[in-house]
């Protein structure tokens, strides 16, 4: 018989969006209560360009986080440019507050455009990165009209990722949020100086969500999610216990106007619930076990810092609880911020308080 209760160290976030203003101050409880560590990602409007914006950043997180958690430790990301310097990963490499540099296609996803146009114009600022051993977190997409939205994953791994690695293969990589099956081999086929998140949302929908039965924009996210094997191929790498693989959200909110909309925004919010829908994804898969790794272990391994020391409860009920997904719904200064739900997904785990 499986367990319907698991007790885990407190997990991280690899992957977070909290946004700016009303947004950050409405959605940074729904992951400061929770985690010890998030990264949070720099593609604000303007974007998080040098070490001292950063900082002055992590200080309104700080000012919008519960104090419930005093293991809460916002980490930053520093949003890789054509014009970034050298000089600005040295500060990278003294910072205390950033953690890693984010490497964004121009145009690849929301609040991209100042990202890169090409990866040589970059080579300088990425040398200086694996000299001072600063990781990169990579949105892995290709952005040429030509190449299907579903293969912009496949294809960026063969034309931009494999080359760099091969050229710098003691730069630490992240490949961000992976949705497919390529993507997949191609990060366990590295070494130690590669890994890659997995959302939760792309481990429990695939592209049939967003379409079928009509278009529902609360589960379009960029990268969008892939056919089914591709979905299964992710649940396989995140409950199997390869280190190579750690949760990152990505938990993206946008206000429910902008979502619903003649052309929605990328990103769904899951920061209240990923890890409840994430305990029944291991726990279908026989692999409850396995959830500490994946959540508190991997990723902590990985970036060089300690794992959390006190624990986090959850428990299963044997029925369907999907009422508690409104709770997750939250209301901004700005209006409402939908979280994440999708029919046919079970939502039966709850935290032990």
Not at 56 to 70: G, H
Not at 83 to 91: G, Y
Not at 156 to 182: A, G, M, S
Not at 285 to 293: D, F, I, M, Q, V
């Amino acid at each position: 018989m499986r367990e319907n209760t698991v007790t885990i160290r407190r997990p991280d976030d690899w992957h977070l969006h909290l946004r700016d203003g009303a947004l950050l101050r409405a959605v940074t409880p729904s992951s400061s209560f929770l985690f010890g560590r998030v990264m949070i990602m720099p593609n604000l409007v303007p974007p998080v360009t040098t070490v001292e914006k950063a900082r002055v950043y992590r200080q309104r997180v700080l000012q919008a986080a519960v104090k419930s958690n005093p293991q809460f430790q916002p980490l930053m990301g520093l949003y890789l440019t054509d014009n970034t310097t050298v000089e600005e990963i040295d500060r990278v490499a003294m910072s205390t507050e950033v953690a890693a540099v984010k490497l964004y296609p121009a145009g690849a996803t929301t609040n991209s455009a100042s990202g890169v146009t090409s990866i040589t114009k970059v080579m300088p600022v990425l040398e200086r990165m694996a000299l001072k051993n600063i990781p990169l977190m990579v949105h892995g997409e290709v952005v040429d009209a030509d190449i299907d939205i579903f293969d912009r994953e496949a294809v960026f791994i063969d034309r931009v990722l494999k080359p760099l690695r091969k050229r710098l293969p003691e730069l630490r990589i992240v490949l961000e949020h992976v949705t497919t099956k390529q993507g997949v081999d191609f990060v366990q086929e590295q070494t130690d100086t590669m890994a890659a998140t997995l959302t939760m949302h792309h481990l429990v929908i695939n592209r049939n969500a967003l379409l079928v039965g009509g278009i529902k924009p609360h589960n379009y996210c960029l990268p969008v999610a892939k056919r089914e094997e591709h979905r299964l191929a992710l649940v396989q790498a995140a409950t199997g216990g390869d280190p190579h693989f750690f949760f990152g959200s990505d938990s993206a909110p946008h206000l429910q106007a902008d979502k619903e909309s003649a052309c929605g925004c990328a990103g769904c919010f899951t920061a209240g619930h990923a890890l409840l829908y994430l305990a029944e994804v291991f726990y279908q898969a026989e692999a409850l076990e396995k959830l500490e790794g994946f959540v508190s272990r991997h990723g902590a391994s990985f970036y060089g810092v300690s794992e959390n020391t006190d624990t986090v409860s959850l428990c299963r009920s044997e029925e369907d609880d999907n009422s508690e997904l409104s709770a997750g719904d939250i209301s901004s200064e700005e209006g409402m911020i939908k979280a994440f739900a999708t029919p046919g997904v079970s939502l039966r785990w709850n935290y032990i308080l």
